[in-house]
């Protein structure tokens, strides 16, 4: 009985152990069931931001829907973050799909790569103006 008693008790500690383990590489706080119902939530701003970087995909789209630069940053610093559209899990570089009307009337939604030494702009989006754009 003895023998039984011990073997129970290690492998008690066994998966109480390995629940310890998973809690630490798993990172997962626990869920709160007050969290807010919104689809979006406001950028955080950083005092220091990686440089920006546009692929051929986002510049094919900007001049395609008539968006500048200076629009996209302008999203970039004040627009908040689509939740829905985003994965801030992906792997190397989580992504991020920022939203805001520019001064011209677009409402405008841009994804970015936040990666840690540049932030890529991938594509953007007029949200409620289609256009035929040759982009791939």
Known sequence: MMQRTTTVYRISQKVLLLFAVQACFCGCEPQSNTAPDKKTEPAVKEEKQAPIYYTKHARCRMDCREITEQEIE???????????????????????????????????????????????????????????????
């Open 74 to 136: 302008y999203v970039l610093d004040n627009g908040t973050i689509n939740q829905r559209k985003s994965d801030a899990h992906q792997k190397p570089c989580p992504t991020y799909a920022y939203e805001a009307r520019t001064a011209d009337g677009q409402l405008v939604r841009v994804v970015i790569a936040d990666c840690p030494t540049e932030r890529r702009v991938i594509t953007c989006i007029d949200l409620e103006n289609d256009y035929e754009c040759a982009c791939y």
